[in-house]
């Protein structure tokens, strides 16, 4: 089961989320999307990040800076997929083909050129 948890208004500018939580079994699609609260929101970099529910460290997966661009330097890119909507101030990730190795706490994030602003998280939890 995908619990999207995401919170948190900071300097202006605040993330969150549009669903409650989100099931999704292996092999399947899921699509987690925030909502961004900034005047600069269409062209301003959005990321995503992943923590395994192991620990360890934050991962980087992709950034998305326009409707169609994005970035990413994971070796599994190609499961992974971002999209912005401007004129809502949504950015979504999507993931195809989830494994258990997906689960984990997801992260959406924007800062400015020198300062962090602000962080939403999901999190996920095996169902057996």
């Known amino acids: 089961m995908l619990s999207l948890l995401f919170t948190g208004r900071c300097s202006g500018f605040s993330i969150t989320n549009t669903e409650t939580s989100v099931s999704v079994s292996r092999d399947q699609l899921v699509s987690l999307t925030c909502k ?4 600069s929101f269409k062209d301003e970099p959005i990321h995503w990040y992943r923590q395994k529910q192991s620990g ?25 997929f ?3 909507w401007k ?4 950015c979504t990730l999507r993931i195809n083909s989830v494994t258990d190795q997906d689960a984990g706490f997801y992260f959406c994030a924007s800062w400015d050129r020198t ?11 095996n169902a057996n």
Request: glycine share 4%; charged share 35%; proline share 0%.
């Open 36 to 39: 961004v609260e900034k005047e």
């Open 56 to 80: 360890g460290k934050m991962e980087w997966l992709l950034y998305i800076a326009s409707e169609a661009k994005q970035e990413s330097t994971t070796d599994e890119k190609a499961r992974f």
């Open 82 to 84: 971002a999209k912005k």
């Open 87 to 90: 004129d809502k101030n949504l």
């Open 115 to 125: 300062l962090f602003i602000c962080i939403g998280h999901v999190s996920q939890e």
